[in-house]
T-cell receptor, first 108, second 114 residues
């Protein structure tokens, strides 16, 4: 099993705060995806990163792929209640592996 | 509307009673996949299909069967369900096989086996 470890497992913050969640692996991966899943729905893709050191921004979300392509982070600036959800990282081509996720709650 | 549909959305059944969860996509995607999601274990891939008549095992295939006779449909079959298959199931599709294509997920099927 190609383990993807996500941390923290749970995170509860106040609206307006900043946060970072992490996705780590012991092996190199060619690309990594971040998804967000809201209660009662399937995951929705946020971003795909493919190049070591790559940084991508999606409004208040900043995604970074580690230089060695073994880890990735997601930083949210000025979190809003709409950011609440389960954040999942995923790797693989056809045989896909997901991390266990970070469950984020943003309190108004 | 482009989407992945699953039926039923909720199902309660008894041990050993065969069931099928249907999955259909209207985006002409080549790749389809099934996952189960369990607390603390995350999303785990059951089976995937890269094209019609081509299926492969994922991480947790035991106790499940799939078929891909048409491009748009990818049913998940539980021949003899057991309580440890109680879970939330997701079907997904992707435009192409290979690295890093977006997975489009269905709304999920919550299965309880008593």
């Amino acid at each position: 099993t190609q383990l993807l470890e996500q941390s923290p497992q749970f995170l509860s913050i106040q609206e307006g705060e900043n946060l970072t969640v992490y996705c780590n692996s012991s092996s190199v991966f060619s690309s990594l995806q971040w998804y967000r899943q809201e209660p009662g729905e399937g995951p929705v893709l946020l971003v795909t990163v493919v190049t070591g050191g790559e940084v991508k921004k999606l409004k208040r979300l900043t995604f970074q792929f580690g230089d060695a392509r073994k880890d990735s982070s997601l930083h949210i600036t000025a979190a809003q209640p709409g950011d609440t959800g389960l954040y999942l990282c995923s790797r693989g081509a056809n045989n896909l592996f997901f991390g266990t996720g970070t469950r984020l709650t943003v309190i108004p | 509307e482009a989407q992945v549909t699953q039926n039923p959305r909720y199902l309660i059944t008894v041990t050993g009673k065969k069931l099928t969860v249907t999955c259909s996509q209207n985006m002409n995607h080549e790749y389809m996949s099934w996952y189960r999601q369990d607390p603390g274990l995350g999303l785990r891939q059951i089976y995937y299909s890269m094209n019609v008549e081509v299926t492969d095992k994922g991480d947790v295939p035991e106790g499940y069967k799939v078929s891909r006779k048409e491009k748009r449909n990818f049913p998940l079959i539980l021949e003899s369900p057991s309580p440890n298959q109680t879970s939330l199931y997701f079907c997904a599709s992707s435009p192409q096989t290979g690295v890093a294509y977006e997975q489009y997920f269905g709304p999920g099927t919550r299965l309880t086996v008593t």
